[in-house]
């Protein structure tokens, strides 16, 4: 059995027609001969609508609660779906998160994938049924219902592509494959045909929203072969592989994140095990902290700076202070919103001398300042004040001449 | 633990303001000391609009499918509830029917509960939440996701009192009770302080919206004691009990059901097992019939009358037909959709002559035709033109004195 797993996003089902153009597409799959396996996420503005509809009655729900409400927009749109294959005479059936087989621990809004059962999902392929299977949720091993939080449906697609052994798996989405930059701030924005995961992985890191972060991590670890389409098209597209042949193509993208707040905790005494005592206790609130640099000041007086995603920001701050009145209350929190990292991604760019001089030495003639920087082995990313990304962006795509791309 | 089973149907949750009141009085319930499981219906309108979001996609969807679908409703409603609680600052818990241990045949859009598993309802009581349960939903041994048909959420409710051993059951509604008729057509309708289960029973299968008939059936057989009152005020209600105490009553009330079919399968052979084919036919279909008249017209040939809800005419029509067929193709099938069914209610009536004449005779002083009548121990019902169907409520419910009735 060929198995095909595919994903589609809320916009490709936002509606009744677009609903019933994705059921002849999965239909026209299965006709040539593929078992198909299909992870749906909610319709468009239906997760928004839940939240809103929660936050009205009650601002701070419990996460359980809220996994309960949301949970319903993916079953909701899986069964529409199924309706609209069952009126194509197709056999199809529709199964929640929990009904096909998706474990995961008990971190309510946030879940991680413990384990997938395939049980059910093999034997209704068996009986020749489409499988439509609700993106997004699983149950905890109590039957709890969690939500597996952003980007959940393409990890639920990828982690079930690895439990069926598919041959692959396709995440069908607005675009029809990952860019160069975002084609909604350039232009000329080219697709890559090919990306490495790890290229990838950097990208969905750095906020290039096609795909998330986990389920390119997944894709990564059992390797599966992963494809980023158009929902609507048979063209085009984006291949996922682990060593990309297109060699002379240095930067693979160019991507600028706006969402950044840079928090400054300044004046701390400078003493072993201030930073890492702040850190901990970031991470103990779930904060994922990005960049990080430390000034020495003046003596013994460190300034600790640090990025965070804006919407983490409160709680960053909140926990700053708290740090800091534990360390005996000397020191400030200062918070920065009109932050923004700009990256360059690529394997082995950070080895060659001529990218980091064409980064710089851009961001330098168009008078950008760089406020922080950090480096890994595929990407170099600067932080630089949000008013002037998408200017950074569009003179490094230039730069880099990602707009001149030789394209297969 | 006294516990306190309680059902909001979906006009108490209608929105943000209502969900607040509900929490508030589930709230009030719990600090007067019961243990609180209350059982939810979908928000108004939410499962109309999801039937038509499905319609739109398939005219004909699979009842798994639409079963998938509909659950929804109520999961957000409970889901919402429960915010709401949470936001007044108690425990709460929001449970699926599956998670609260409603299991059910496989009859998709109208199970029927085979087994409630209380287990986890009673151990988040004993934790001090309050236990609030998704009406109208359970699932299969399976785990497949069912719904109840038409006022399942009461079912629940009174499975669960059933279940948990419930002090009591109250059924909170847009209604402070059961009236003695319908209070949007009668404007003189009294609210019945008591009623017996059976004069319930009957009163519920005549169309008084107010109770499903399977809760009353069920409440009935575990001697549950059942209670209608308004969901926002504290005042009235109505309780249902074995045996009433309001002797002097005969009339309880008058209902009025405007949703009926006559359907006609005329000239059929007057041979012996005629009718049981046809109603075995109908039976073998789903479709349940209410009232049949055999009538010999000519020789050998004979014309059977019965009635059905109108919902289920089109589905009895096509049936009459394929029976017709079977037994040679002998006859016609005919349907009038403007009847309508008068009834009076009543521990004792087809005992007393005088109620039989006061109804007979009221109906033929207002030039009224009754095309069939049934009866059973505790009701009379008559087949009327639908167009004469609120005169005839208005003057039966004025003949029987229903208007002046002596309430506590």
Chains 1, 2 share one sequence.
């Not at 697609?157 to 990952?178: F, K, M, P, Q, S």
């Not at 494809?227 to 592989?241: E, I, L, M, P, Y």
């Amino acid at each position: 059995m060929k198995i095909l797993v595919q994903k589609y996003g809320g916009t490709s089902v936002a509606n009744q027609s677009r609903m019933q153009e994705v059921a002849r597409r999965i239909v026209r799959c299965q006709e040539q001969g593929h078992a198909m396996v299909v992870v749906v996420s909610a319709m468009n503005h239906t997760t928004e609508d839940l939240i809103a509809a929660a936050r009205r009655i009650n601002p701070n729900p419990s996460p359980r609660a809220m996994d309960m409400l949301l949970a319903t927009g993916e079953q909701m749109s899986v069964s529409l779906l199924a309706m609209a294959i069952e009126g194509l005479g197709h056999n199809v059936v529709s199964l929640t998160g929990g009904m096909s087989g998706i474990y995961t621990d008990q971190r309510h809004k946030k879940a991680r994938i413990a384990r997938v059962d395939s049980q059910r999902i093999m034997a209704e392929l068996g009986k020749g049924n489409i499988v439509l299977v609700a993106g997004f949720q699983g149950v905890t091993p109590e039957g709890e219902i969690t939500t597996l939080g952003r980007g959940g449906s393409d990890t639920t697609a990828v982690a079930l592509a690895a439990a069926v052994v598919a041959e692959r798996c396709e995440i069908c989405t607005d675009v029809d494959g990952v860019y160069t930059a975002d084609p909604n701030l350039i232009a000329t924005a080219r697709r890559l045909p090919e990306i490495t995961y790890d290229e990838m992985l950097e990208l969905s890191r750095l906020g290039a929203g096609v795909l998330s972060t986990r389920s390119v991590e997944l894709a990564k670890e059992y390797g599966i072969p992963l494809v980023v389409r158009s929902a609507f098209s048979d063209d085009g597209g984006t291949q996922v592989v682990e060593v990309s042949v297109v060699e002379q193509v240095l930067v693979r993208g160019v991507t600028l994140d706006s969402d950044i707040s840079r928090i400054s905790v300044a004046g701390v005494p400078d003493r072993p095990g201030i930073a890492f005592g702040l850190f901990s206790k970031l991470a103990s609130e779930g904060i994922s902290v990005d960049m990080i640099i430390q000034n020495l000041n003046r003596a013994q007086v460190n300034d600790i700076s640090f990025t965070v995603a804006k919407e983490d920001a409160p709680a960053a701050v909140q926990a700053c202070w708290a740090f800091l009145e534990s360390i005996g209350g000397h020191g400030l929190v200062l918070q920065k919103d009109n932050a923004a990292k700009i990256s360059i991604v690529g394997t082995g760019i950070t080895g060659s001398t001529e990218v980091a001089s064409t980064l710089f030495g851009t961001l330098f003639e168009s008078g950008i300042n760089i406020e922080m920087i950090s480096t890994s082995e595929i990407k170099i990313s600067c932080i630089i004040d949000a008013s002037e990304g998408e200017e950074a962006l569009r003179r490094l795509h230039r730069a880099f001449s990602l707009d001149e791309l030789e394209l297969r």
